[in-house]
């Protein structure tokens, strides 16, 4: 019997698609779900393809591989991962890859990698972007692992995964946990981002007075230049779909509560204990806390409608323009922010990550792919050793063209009652970045005085303390 060359466990819309993908790609693949009739009903729908075959035990599974074994995990994170290794590798050889392509927390990935390789086994963490659609025709790969177990699995991955102007968009991330890692910040970006976009159409909606069908145009628009990306798209997409019932734009009765599984909490987590900025990001995940509050927002409603905001006759041309510049350069901030955590991470965990090759990776197949990834690659390429986006010549440029513009938004915001907090931090961030002298002194006077904890100064050398009481 021929065996497969790749084994996929997990039947979820996330795995069959990828085994389909792998499958069209010539990749004979297996499959195996904990529930048989998951596995029946796929070999039913797909089975007519002659890369893919499936397997109703573990045992039988793990033995129609070939070796070195190559197991693709698409399962829940968390506990459902160790149990099934804790299932596999009794019926594992020395050298089998084990592949995990759900969101695992990056720190249970080093634990796991750590344990697999003791055991005699490569273990390679590896983050999945662009959905249902993605794993279906090609998603943005990064694989967190030795140089070994990659060059072994590079061939298929470079095959399953999007390309972006011909190349593919997966490379070596890093070792253990750095695959699910850059992962994670991907998916804090992705949260910023669609924060940034619905706090556009807020303003839009409900302080320019726009209907739908204007948002739309206007976004779609915009896809058409710099501001170019999947999120953009989707929401014109989205803004011209109607509900099949009410007739009424869908957007209108979708409650305004977002869901979140989690990375995006991890990424804010992570920056707090690496002492990296990431106020956009964390915002964004505020931001779906605050939206989960409908009851306490309603009732909060009804205790201060009372206030009132001026209505001044505004020039939306105007406004609109502005308003294109401040998504853009809040956008810049937020990837600005995700990609110097990213470098930092790497550093700290010894990673030697290359952060103009992530770029690459993330202009096709994931979700917050956008034209301008391929300035920010070229930004890093030219100067590796740039700790921030910021300080790119490019970037500089629009960040300072849209300043005027993005003040005027956020004060408008402010004036209308309409709460903005991604866009506001993304000012914020920006303005406190490029500030030469801050605030810090009188903190630092404070922590002094309360506490003795000391201060630097500006003349001298060394930490100092003042009797300020004496």
């Known amino acids: 019997m021929c065996k ?3 084994g996929l ?9 990828l085994a389909r993908n792998m499958a069209d790609k010539g990749v004979k693949t297996l499959v195996y779900n904990r529930t048989a009739a998951k596995t029946k009903k796929f070999l039913e729908d797909f089975g007519h393809s002659p890369n893919l075959d499936g397997a109703f035990t573990l045992k039988d599974f793990v033995n129609q591989l070939e070796r070195p074994r190559k197991i693709i995990l698409l399962i829940k994170a968390g506990q459902p991962v160790d149990d099934m290794l804790d299932e596999l590798i009794p019926l594992l050889d020395a050298g089998d890859i084990i592949i995990d392509g759900g969101n695992s927390f990056f720190k249970d990935t080093q634990r796991r ?24 025709h090609g998603p943005s790969l ?21 390309k972006a102007e011909g190349e593919p968009c997966v490379d070596y991330i890093g070792t253990d946990g750095a695959g699910h890692y850059v992962k994670m910040v991907h998916n804090g970006i992705e949260y910023a981002d669609m924060q940034l976009i ?13 209907d739908v ?7 779609g628009k915009w896809n058409q230049g710099r501001l170019s990306s999947y999120l953009i798209e989707i929401t014109a997409a989205i803004l011209q779909k109607k509900d099949g019932k009410t007739g009424k734009p869908i957007v209108d009765i979708i409650l305004d509560k977002a869901g979140q599984k989690g990375t995006g909490k991890w990424t804010s987590l992570s920056a707090l204990e690496l002492g990296v900025p990431t106020p956009t990001m964390t915002e964004a995940v505020f931001a779906r806390d605050m939206s989960s509050m409908k009851e306490e927002r309603v009732e909060l409603d009804k205790k201060y409608n009372d206030i009132r905001f001026a209505s001044d006759t505004l020039d939306k041309d105007s406004l609109l323009a502005d308003l294109e510049k401040t998504l853009y350069a809040s956008k810049i901030c937020a990837y600005a922010q995700g990609f110097n955590l990213i470098g930092t991470a790497g550093e700290v965990y010894g990673w030697h990550l290359n ?14 792919r956008a034209a301008f990834l391929n300035v920010v690659s070229d930004s890093f390429d030219s100067n590796p050793s740039m700790k921030n986006l910021l300080f790119s010549d490019f970037f500089a440029s629009a960040l300072k063209e849209a300043r005027p513009g993005w ?24 303005d406190a970045y490029h500030t030469p002298v801050g605030n810090a002194n009188i903190i630092q006077a404070q922590r002094d005085y309360f506490g003795a904890h000391t201060y630097e100064r500006v003349d001298k050398e060394g930490h100092f303390h003042t009797d300020w009481t004496g």
Request: proline share 3%.
């Open 4 to 6: 497969s060359q790749f």
């Open 9 to 17: 466990i997990g039947l979820a819309v996330m795995g069959a698609n």
């Open 113 to 136: 990698s750590k344990r697999m390789k003791e055991l005699g086994f490569e273990y390679v963490g590896m983050g999945v972007s662009g959905g249902e659609e993605g794993a279906l």
């Open 142 to 162: 990064m694989p967190g692992c030795g140089r070994q177990a990659y060059d072994h699995i590079r061939p298929v991955l470079e095959a399953i995964s999007a």
């Open 198 to 210: 619905s706090e556009v159409y807020t303003i839009m909606r409900h302080v320019l007075k726009m």
């Open 213 to 219: 069908e204007e948002i739309a145009e206007v976004f």
């Open 355 to 368: 952060l103009g090759h992530l770029a690459k990776i993330w202009r096709n197949g994931c979700i917050i």
């Open 407 to 430: 003040g005027r938004i956020v004060s408008l915001a402010a004036e209308a009652g309409v709460g903005i907090p991604a866009l506001s931090s993304a000012l914020a961030y920006f």
